[in-house]
T-cell receptor, first 115, second 111 residues
């Protein structure tokens, strides 16, 4: 079975640009998560979807970050406009359902550098 | 307030030794505690997990010890191998599947 797929693996953007990161969850999984990972802040939840419905939108990340789940097998994270402090690894994860504490399966991440 | 705390931030052990990674949490409603292992360039992957009804979970060389009263748990890696060198994240989850991660412990196992 294919795991979580993320594209691109690396992205370099100029300050002020719009970038879109893509994620394909494990087939059949109902929950999808977007995280940002940095050495200083660790893993921070950006968005959480359950059966395509947005459950959490990450509070502090609301203004420039927008995650969408276009269908059950594809999600995007748009950052607009980008700032240098957005440089981080963006991880997508999926789990089977929200009814119990199911294992989250992570993708390899997209490493973003904003100049 | 950080919900999950880990210590130490980094740990170096020799091959064959036991590595002990510590974790504590704040919210007493947390009832599921997965540990994730992350290698450079990869996403975290579930290593082992425990539910709050148990005080110990073993899987090969990896054992979780859980103390509900003190809201603490630890991951013991016996007979550590260089291939165990990675960052280990303790996490805590509630019944709504919200999960909170600690900042991780970077483990280095020297041959």
């Amino acid at each position: 079975d294919a795991g979580v797929t993320q594209t691109p693996r690396h992205e370099v953007a100029e300050k002020g640009q719009t970038i879109i990161l893509k994620c394909e969850p494990v087939s059949g999984h109902n929950d999808l998560f977007w995280y940002r990972q940095t050495k200083i802040q660790g893993l921070e939840l950006l968005s959480y979807f359950r059966s395509k419905s947005l459950m959490e939108d990450g509070g502090a990340f609301k203004d420039r970050f927008k995650a969408e789940m276009l269908n059950s097998s594809f999600s995007t994270l748009k950052i607009q406009p980008t700032e240098p402090k957005d440089s981080a690894v963006y991880l997508c994860a999926s789990s089977l359902s929200g009814l119990g504490q199911d294992t989250q399966y992570f993708g390899p991440g997209t490493r973003l550098l904003v100049l | 307030q950080q919900q999950v705390r880990q210590s130490p931030q980094s740990l170096t052990v020799w091959e064959g030794e036991t590595a002990i990674l510590n974790c504590s949490y704040e919210d007493s409603t947390f009832n599921y505690f997965p540990w994730y292992q992350q290698f450079p360039g990869e996403g975290p992957a579930l290593l082992i997990s425990i539910r709050s009804v148990s005080d110990k979970k073993e899987d090969g060389r990896f054992t979780i010890f859980f103390n509900k009263r003190e809201k603490k748990l630890s991951l013991h890696i016996t007979d550590s191998q260089p291939g165990d060198s990675a960052t280990y994240f303790c996490a805590a989850s509630d019944s709504n599947n919200r999960i909170f991660f600690g900042d991780g412990t970077q483990l280095v196992v020297k041959p």
